[in-house]
């Protein structure tokens, strides 16, 4: 099976299926028809009984470095944010946790702002050595959302969460599995084949097994994750308000540093 949609593939490997990320150009960067594209591919791969493991990756040099700030700058009539989680990021989000097989984040290169999101909301990360993280959301003024606010100190506890959400910095591939961010950690020129072998041994794995533990693992960590989803969208429309996110945009936009005032 290969389905091409217009920013994402769909590829089959036996029981396994890949979800490539495909606006390489924009380091896979979601627009509006990414979205759209990506949760179509999530509900093809979830509603069919023949794949029994499916791995997230990138097309090119990233896996994703987050929201597409270029169309966010252009859009006439300014940025509706509550409404692109609510109606396109999150169900992606839910979509993956409640997708009853395992899913891999193969994080090929950044992944930043809501592809870190993305990537977190998965079963297992594996990560290329020349990868990086990044909750890059307040450099431009904003929170995380996406669920971050969730998967990050799910993992990694408060003091490295607040760290990576206040301080936006980059954290290298390595340090992210030596932190418990991530599972697994593969040379550059050996990720790929990593990543197919682990997506084989799930995909002919204990399926029902795997999404009884998902099953479990939601109900422990993510039972209020539908809250929280609600609950970060309510804060990122009052940040999109503000004037440091105007800031934020427009630096992006003239590629300058911010001047943040705090309004």
Not at 46 to 58: H, L, M, Q, S
Request: glycine share 10%; hydrophobic share 45%.
């Amino acid at each position: 099976m290969y389905r091409q949609y217009e920013t994402v593939n769909v590829t089959r490997r036996g029981p396994g299926a890949k979800i490539e990320l495909n606006r390489p150009e924009r380091l896979n960067a979601w627009s509006d028809q990414f979205s759209l594209d990506l949760l179509a591919a999530i509900r093809e791969v979830t509603d069919n009984p023949e794949i029994r493991a499916v791995a997230v990756t990138g097309a090119g040099r990233a896996f994703s470095s987050g929201a597409d700030l270029k169309e966010a700058s252009e859009r006439a009539g300014g940025l509706d944010v509550y409404r692109i989680l609510t109606e396109r990021y999150h169900p992606i989000m839910t979509g993956i946790r409640l997708m009853p097989k395992p899913v891999i984040a193969a994080v090929n290169g950044p992944a930043a702002g809501i592809g870190l999101s993305l990537a977190l909301a998965c079963d297992l990360v594996v990560a290329a050595e020349s990868a990086f993280f990044q909750l890059a959301f307040v450099n431009i003024g904003l929170v995380p959302d996406g669920g971050s606010s969730l998967f990050v100190p799910s993992r990694v506890g408060f003091t490295r969460a607040a760290e990576l959400a206040m301080l936006g910095e980059r954290l290298p591939a390595q340090t992210a599995l030596d932190w418990g961010l991530i599972n697994r950690v593969w040379l550059d020129g050996e990720f790929g084949e990593q990543v197919n072998a682990l997506l084989d041994r799930l995909a002919s794995g204990a399926t029902k097994s795997y999404a009884g533990t998902k099953r479990q693992l939601n109900r422990w960590l993510y039972a209020q994750m539908d809250d929280q989803l609600e609950f970060e969208a309510g804060i990122q429309r009052e940040m999109a308000a503000s004037g440091d996110f105007a800031e934020g945009l427009a630096a992006f936009a003239a590629k300058r540093p911010p001047r943040f005032t705090g309004a």
